[in-house]
């Protein structure tokens, strides 16, 4: 049983969520992009060897002319260089702005591949194939591309939605059971910004993979009305930002190593939430009830760095505005809003919520 998901953005999309969509994803994509000749499929040294062929197979059989481009796996490799070679790859398929990419396997590759296909001949269409929890509940919808500097995260992107969004839930089995729990920190966000009852099941259910299909369609039905209202993050969207100016602080303390970037938002999440709690902006428990889900979903709830390494790494956010910081704060689970602190509050601020 299939459920679609309509992401009425500024160029409209689907997202499939199916088990064994994988199988027949030449056959979905032909729906979306019909006089397309050429594909690029853009995968990591992870995903390509157990998924490529098929998805190969599934579009030479819809009639497409095929091509693969493999890259190193990993965060620390969502860089230019990468991107300069996703450029030649394409130029070398010959792909016209017709042709598509097809981003197969987590967030890094959704990001790098959409990315490549924002920029490539001024912008091609692209195909989210996410095969992570992480990036089947979040990244892969909404349109958000981009890459790492070395002086943060995200800081080069552009905003470039899919044609169509394909989530195989069986893709899932072949995960490390950390990479499980990391795509669980996008899932809690999502509950704790915009639903109360998503936290529920999640604080009820866990991590029982016998839940993830019904958790990543109110996950993306979530997103994807925030996306429809607030496509360019003006207002709303910046809610989808809870616990990350932290969590990519805590990734680039640690040079994108020890944590995944779900961990660092749960993190990120915990501790703002309990300098909301200091400050008398979030309801008393709140927070309890975030490190409760964290440890019950496997995910670590604190870090060793001190809150001013975490300050200083979080200067460079994109949510940065002159000398002041939006950061996303709850009122309570399931409500959040954006709150606007000095750059020169911020240690103060976020060293009531380091334990």
Known sequence: MSRIIHVNAGIPYDVIIEKGALDKCGELIKSVVPKSERALIVSDSNVAPIYAEK?????????YKVFVHVFPAGEENKRLSAIEGMYAAMASAELSRTDFAVALGGGVTGDMCGFAAATYLRGIKFVQIPTTV?????????????IDLECGKNLVGSFWQPCLVIADVNTLSTLPPRYITDGFGEIIKHGCI??????????????DMNMIEELTA????????????????????????????????????CNFTKYA???????????????????????????????????????????EFTAEEICNAAMLDKKRRGDSMNVVLLKSIGDSFVYKIKC???????SGGIR
């Open 55 to 63: 998805v190969k197979a599934s579009l030479e059989a819809a009639g």
């Open 134 to 146: 992480l990036s089947q509940n979040d990244s892969s919808v909404g349109g958000k591309t981009g």
């Open 194 to 207: 915009k639903s109360a009852e998503l936290f529920e099941l999640i604080e009820k259910y866990g991590t």
């Open 218 to 253: 109110r996950s993306i039905e979530i997103k994807s009305g925030v996306v429809e209202r607030d496509e360019r993050e003006s207002g709303e969207r910046m809610l989808l930002n809870f616990g990350h100016t932290l969590g990519h602080a805590i990734e680039k303390c």
């Open 261 to 303: 970037h779900g961990e660092a938002v749960g993190i990120g999440m915990l501790m703002i939430s309990r300098a909301g709690e200091a400050a008398g902006l979030t309801q008393s428990g709140t927070a309890e009830r975030i490190e409760a889900v964290l440890k019950n979903c496997g995910m670590p709830t604190s870090c």
């Open 344 to 350: 020169a509050d911020m240690l103060k601020f976020v």
